[in-house]
């Protein structure tokens, strides 16, 4: 099993900053694909980014390509999402997940291991 938990969500004006953490634990070596999703009231779950641990290829929604940063640090098992010129669309429960196949993929159906979401509001 492999534990997943999100931080740094909160309130922000747009076009500010926001970094989340996703903190894997639990048999971290299962996660060889990381990807953040997000869901806003009354929508599907969506795609916003992808990244492989062992070579940190990156995929994006283009809603928020040039705008969102996934990176990871594989010594801490943590994945991270730089939002930058955030908008009153980005608003949403921002979940982590992780896939025990290392290639990158953006249908959620394809993850093993979900967090538990941070939200993300930004206020316009």
């Known amino acids: 099993q492999v534990q997943l938990v999100e931080s740094g969500g909160g309130l922000v004006q747009a076009g500010g900053s926001l970094r989340l953490s996703c903190a894997a634990s639990?048999?971290?070596?299962?996660?060889?694909?990381m990807g953040w999703f997000r869901q806003a009231p009354g929508k599907e779950r969506e795609f916003v980014a992808a990244?492989?641990?062992?070579?940190?290829?990156?995929y994006y929604a283009d809603s928020v390509k040039g705008r969102f940063t996934i990176s990871r640090d594989n010594a801490k098992n943590t994945v991270y999402l730089q939002m930058n010129s955030l908008k009153s669309e980005d608003t949403a429960v921002y979940y982590c997940?992780?896939?025990?196949?290392?290639?990158?993929?953006?249908?959620?159906?394809?993850?093993?291991?979900w967090g538990q979401g941070t939200q993300v509001t930004v206020s316009s």
């Open positions: 639990g048999r971290t070596f299962s996660s060889r694909a």
């Open positions: 997940a992780a896939r025990v196949v290392a290639q990158l993929h953006r249908e959620s159906s394809a993850y093993n291991y």
């Open positions: 990244i492989t641990m062992s070579f940190g290829s990156t």
